[in-house]
C-alpha cells in the first residue's frame, strides 16, 4: 500500500481491494490517501449447495437480483431467457446486461428494497412467483412485501458474508490511525458493514468519541449510524457508485 504523504489525511474504505479497485486507483490519480479495512467478505455457497437449492426452485415469472454479487455468482446456473429480470441498480444491471440478457426494471434513482417496490413491474404480482438471488444475510423487506402483493416468492441465497480477519499488526495499525485523527473520511456502503465495523471497533477498543464524516448511500444507514454514534457526520450520496462517492469527497473537501 502506498504511505500517504505527510499530514495527508486518509479515506478508509471498508470493501476489500478487489471490489473496491477502481475506485481507490481514481483517488490515487487525484492525490488522495486511500485505506483499505474490509468489514465483510464474499463467500459463495459451493456449486452443489447452488445446483440442489436451483433444481427446487419453481418455475419463475420474475427473477430479481439483488446485488452483481448475486449475478456473477448465480447465472450459470439458471435459465433467465424465459423470465423477466430486474435488477436493484445500475451495477447489477450492468453485469446482467453483459451476459446478453435484458434487464426489463432498474431503478434510476434508490438502488434499494424501496426503490424495487415503486416500479410498475413489481407492483401487479399476484399469483406470479417470484426468485429472489440474494445473499444470506440482509434485510426481507422485499420479499415480505412481495408476499403482501400476493406474489409466490423463493430465495435463491448463493453467498454468505463473513467478517474480514485483520492480523494484530493491522489492528494495532488503524487503533494508531484512528488515536492520531488520520482519517477524513469512512466510506461505508451497507447497514451491515456499519454494524460490523462498530463491532471491530468496540473490541479493539477504538475510541469512538471522534469519528471521521461517513460517506454513504441512504439515509437509512445514516440512521443506523446514528443510533449508535449520535453526533457521527454523515454526507448521503443516495447513489453507491464510485462517482457519487467520489463527489462526496469533493464536496467535503
Not at 474504505?13 to 492525490?31: M, Y
Not at 424465459?82 to 444491471?93: E, N
Not at 461517513?214 to 457526520?233: L, M
Request: with cysteine.
Amino acid at each position: 500500500m502506498i504511505p500517504p504523504k505527510l499530514n495527508q489525511q486518509e479515506i478508509l474504505i471498508t470493501r476489500s481491494e478487489k471490489h473496491c479497485s477502481k475506485l481507490i486507483e481514481i483517488l490515487r490519480d487525484q492525490n488522495k490517501a486511500p485505506y483499505v479495512f474490509p468489514i465483510l467478505e464474499i463467500s459463495p455457497f459451493s456449486s452443489n449447495k447452488i445446483k440442489q437449492s436451483v433444481a427446487a426452485l419453481s418455475k419463475s415469472d420474475i427473477f430479481v437480483f439483488i446485488s452483481k454479487n448475486a449475478v456473477e455468482i448465480s447465472h450459470k446456473y439458471l435459465e433467465l431467457q424465459d423470465s423477466q429480470i430486474v435488477a436493484i441498480g445500475p451495477t447489477t444491471r450492468s453485469w446482467i446486461e453483459k451476459l446478453g440478457l435484458k434487464v426489463n426494471f432498474s431503478p434510476s434513482i434508490e438502488f434499494s428494497s424501496e426503490g424495487l417496490l415503486k416500479g410498475k413491474l413489481l407492483k401487479n404480482v399476484k399469483n406470479k412467483c417470484i426468485t429472489i438471488i440474494r445473499g444470506k444475510t440482509g434485510r426481507n423487506k422485499l420479499e415480505l412485501e412481495l408476499l403482501d402483493r400476493g406474489a409466490n416468492v423463493q430465495n435463491l441465497i448463493v453467498y454468505q458474508k463473513i467478517k474480514a480477519k485483520h492480523n494484530n499488526k493491522k489492528i494495532l495499525e488503524i487503533k494508531k490511525k484512528f488515536k492520531q485523527n488520520s482519517f477524513a473520511y469512512i466510506v461505508i456502503l451497507s447497514c451491515e458493514v456499519f454494524e460490523n465495523f462498530f463491532l471491530i471497533m468496540k473490541e479493539n477498543d477504538v475510541n469512538m468519541n471522534k469519528l471521521p464524516t461517513f460517506i454513504i448511500p441512504s439515509q437509512r444507514i445514516a440512521n443506523a449510524i446514528r443510533s449508535k454514534i449520535s453526533n457521527a457526520r454523515c454526507i448521503v450520496t443516495f447513489d453507491p457508485r464510485n462517482q457519487a462517492i467520489l463527489d462526496a469527497l469533493a464536496k467535503g473537501n
